[in-house]
């Protein structure tokens, strides 16, 4: 369990200074960014049609109402915290990039959902979408790669057991 903490504490602050450096903002995270906006925008138009994406920003076309995905909400920081979480649990690395793939597909996932909620808390509610913005969707995004990461552990474990039934007598009579 130490190895783990100390594995994590290295790989965390080191994923992070890389993410801020030229190339990887150039070539990973602004083009991320982009397509982040591009997929909220082609979901909201789905029921609004007036919806348009440019670069990092989403926009009402009538209104001129929209946001704009800046760093610590497109997602990549709470996909970095669930890889240096993955990479140091001991696991192999099948069960790691499958764990790596769909976790931050499941990330990404629900911070679409936060884009798009943003989106029109912005339209609605000023004072509401400061709240939801600052605190409400921080901790989501936060409970949602911690609830992944405790998942993949799991299944991880019932790898490890090789998917061993429970010793017979374990389970209650009538179950």
Not at 59 to 75: Q, Y
Request: proline share 5%; aromatic share 12%.
């Amino acid at each position: 369990m130490i190895r783990f903490f100390l594995v994590f504490l290295l790989l965390l602050p080191t994923l992070l200074v890389l993410e801020l450096t030229g190339p990887v903002q150039e070539w990973l995270v602004l083009p991320w960014t982009s397509l982040l906006t591009r997929i909220s925008a082609f979901l909201l138009r789905v029921f609004d049609p007036g919806v348009l994406s440019y670069g990092k920003v989403l926009m009402d076309a009538k209104t001129g109402i929209g946001v704009s995905v800046e760093a610590g909400c497109n997602g990549i920081e709470a996909c970095l915290i669930l890889i240096a979480a993955m990479a140091a649990y001991p696991a192999g690395w099948k069960m790691k990039l499958a764990g790596l793939l769909a976790g931050s597909l499941a990330v990404q996932a629900v911070n679409v959902l936060r884009v798009v909620s943003l989106f029109y808390l912005a339209r609605w509610n000023k004072e509401f979408f400061e709240f939801a913005h600052l605190y409400l969707w921080q901790a989501l995004i936060m409970i949602d790669v911690l609830v992944v990461w405790l998942v993949w552990i799991r299944l991880v474990a019932r790898q490890a057991s090789g998917d061993a039934p429970p010793p017979s007598g374990s389970l209650p009579a009538g179950a």
